[in-house]
């Protein structure tokens, strides 16, 4: 997968432990600290992506609930995305230099 949107890298960020949606958006709030507030919609609209990409699955269904889980190709994923974010940051690095060195 090729540049992911932020709201599928915080879902699988936040799904290193698997988890239902309501608990899903107060984690993907917490772990951004607080940078990011995702609604329902965009959470189910990106849950059903991911599931169809195969990145995450489905644990428990209790009817009331779901609780969903990366999957090995889910994590192969995030960390590849990961990478590729660090790369941009150390690419950009010479901005804060710049800034440093003009005051």
Same mark, same amino acid.
């Given at each position: 997968?090729?540049?992911?949107?932020? &709201?599928?890298? !915080?879902? +699988? /960020?936040? /799904?290193?432990? #698997?988890?239902?949606? !309501? &608990?899903?958006?107060?984690? @993907?709030?917490? @772990?951004?600290?607080?940078?990011?507030?995702?609604? #329902?919609?965009?959470? !189910?609209?990106?849950?059903?992506? /991911?599931?169809?990409?195969?990145?995450? %699955? +489905?644990?428990?269904?209790?009817?009331?609930?779901?609780? !969903?889980?990366?999957? #090995?190709?889910?994590?192969? %994923?995030?960390?590849?995305?990961? &990478?590729?974010?660090?790369?941009?940051?150390?690419?950009?690095?010479? +901005?804060?230099?710049?800034?440093?060195?003009?005051?």
């Amino acid at each position: 997968m090729l540049g992911m949107t932020e &709201a599928m890298y !915080y879902i +699988l /960020l936040a /799904l290193c432990e #698997p988890l239902h949606g !309501y &608990a899903l958006m107060e984690a @993907i709030t917490a @772990i951004s600290r607080g940078r990011l507030v995702m609604g #329902p919609g965009t959470l !189910y609209g990106v849950l059903t992506r /991911l599931r169809k990409e195969k990145l995450i %699955a +489905l644990t428990e269904d209790d009817g009331r609930r779901k609780t !969903y889980r990366l999957t #090995p190709a889910g994590r192969a %994923a995030l960390q590849e995305e990961h &990478a590729r974010l660090t790369a941009m940051v150390e690419d950009g690095k010479w +901005l804060q230099d710049e800034v440093n060195a003009n005051g």
